[in-house]
């Protein structure tokens, strides 16, 4: 069964770098994107990024654009998110999300359906 | 960037209930569109995707449909668990954007 294992709880100081893994699992890695979406305490769910697992592409919303890297080790079938010169409003969960099928981005099925559990990350003096 | 504007913001309603709720794109965004539930400290859970396909395993009380650029979740007779936040993304364009989300609550 298809899975996504996120890394654990963080806290990191204002300024610090955090790097948050998704490992994958029951499904072939390099055929799917990964997307990273971010929630805020009692806020909504923010799209941030995307990144291939074929090829490594990225895309990236432009307000983190420049303190974010998306990247993958298709050895391990597994994605990170690092986030860097972190703020107090970065204080999130992190979900990663299997997120479209390659050569077939325009089925809607694959986008999505698959998240992990999660992952809180504490900005705090 | 496209702007995904979701009403009601929050709605009350009583078991039973059909509920209704919208997502309006600011362009045009074919049927890229899915709907999750989300209850507190849970993990969202896909609903629709397809702007009307129903997720394996989720109730048929639960639809989708789309017109133009206006997309409708509907819930036909609302159960105690849909108790919960529910927001719409539209996956047509770059940057993925959510709907504000909205949060049901029980009357």
């Known amino acids: 069964q298809v899975q996504l294992v996120q890394s654990g709880g963080e806290v990191k100081k204002p300024g610090a770098s955090v790097k948050v893994s998704c490992k994958a699992s029951?499904?072939?890695?390099?055929?799917?994107?990964i997307s990273w979406v971010r929630q805020a305490p009692g806020q909504g769910l923010e799209w941030m990024g995307w990144?291939?697992?074929?090829?490594?592409?990225?895309n990236y919303i432009q307000k983190i654009q420049g303190r974010v890297t998306m990247t993958t080790e298709t050895s391990t079938s597994t994605a990170y998110m690092e986030l860097r010169s972190l703020r107090s409003d970065d204080t999130a969960v992190y979900y990663c999300?299997?997120?479209?099928?390659?050569?077939?981005?325009?089925?809607?099925?694959?986008?999505?359906?698959?998240w992990g559990q999660g992952t809180l990350v504490t900005v705090s003096s | 960037d496209i702007q995904m504007t979701q009403s009601p913001s929050a709605m009350s309603a009583s078991v039973g209930d059909r509920v209704t709720i919208t997502c309006r794109a600011s362009?045009?965004?074919?049927?890229?569109l899915a709907w999750f539930q989300q209850k507190p400290g849970k993990v969202p859970k896909r609903l629709i995707f397809?702007?009307?396909s129903l997720q394996s395993g989720v109730p048929s009380r639960f639809s989708g449909s789309a017109s133009g650029t206006e997309f409708t979740l509907t819930i036909s007779s609302l159960q105690p668990e849909d108790f919960a936040t529910y927001y719409c993304?539209?996956?047509?364009?770059?940057?993925?954007?959510f709907g504000q989300g909205t949060k049901l609550e029980i009357k």
């Open positions: 993304l539209q996956h047509n364009n770059y940057p993925h954007t």
């Open positions: 029951g499904y072939t890695f390099s055929s799917y994107g």
């Open positions: 362009q045009a965004i074919s049927n890229y």
């Open positions: 999300a299997r997120s479209g099928l390659v050569g077939a981005t325009y089925l809607g099925v694959y986008y999505f359906d698959y």
């Open positions: 990144i291939s697992g074929y090829n490594g592409n990225t």
């Open positions: 397809a702007s009307s």
